[in-house]
């Protein structure tokens, strides 16, 4: 015959819950050019949508680089209300996501409005 053993609970508060925080182990997103500037505007909108991360009820932390070729970086910024910034200089843009969703649209200054991104 087994003895019975009361189970114990355990309360830890440091528990990052709710938090998936892949920080850089995602490179499975989409980029969808949302404007592409002309000779006034020398800037193009992008939307990124992280596809492995999941889309609500989650909050997502991760960071990813851009390359962008076919003119030089000035800035970079995120229009989306999510926490999380978006930085560019050269040919490298930087996007860091810590929100509630898995999607977010950046803005990229550039002197060139016709490049690409990958």
């Given at each position: 015959?087994?003895?019975?053993?009361?189970?114990?609970?355990?309360?830890?508060n440091?528990?990052?819950?709710?938090?998936?925080?892949?920080?850089?182990?995602?490179?499975?997103?989409?980029?969808?050019?949302?404007?592409?500037?002309?000779?006034?505007?020398?800037?193009?909108?992008?939307?990124?949508?992280?596809?492995?991360?999941?889309?609500?009820n989650?909050?997502?932390?991760?960071?990813?680089n851009?390359?962008?070729?076919?003119?030089?970086v000035?800035?970079?910024?995120?229009?989306?209300?999510?926490?999380?910034?978006?930085?560019?200089?050269?040919?490298?843009?930087?996007?860091?996501?810590?929100?509630?969703?898995?999607?977010?649209?950046?803005?990229?200054?550039?002197?060139?409005?016709?490049?690409?991104?990958?």
């Amino acid at each position: 015959m087994k003895t019975y053993e009361k189970p114990l609970v355990m309360v830890n508060n440091d528990l990052a819950e709710g938090v998936y925080a892949a920080s850089g182990a995602s490179s499975n997103y989409v980029l969808t050019r949302d404007y592409a500037g002309d000779s006034y505007n020398m800037y193009e909108d992008y939307w990124i949508t992280f596809t492995d991360l999941p889309s609500s009820n989650v909050k997502n932390q991760i960071s990813v680089n851009l390359q962008v070729s076919g003119a030089t970086v000035s800035k970079a910024c995120m229009l989306t209300h999510e926490s999380g910034d978006a930085y560019g200089s050269g040919n490298t843009v930087t996007v860091n996501l810590n929100g509630w969703t898995n999607r977010v649209q950046i803005r990229i200054y550039c002197d060139k409005h016709d490049f690409t991104i990958r």
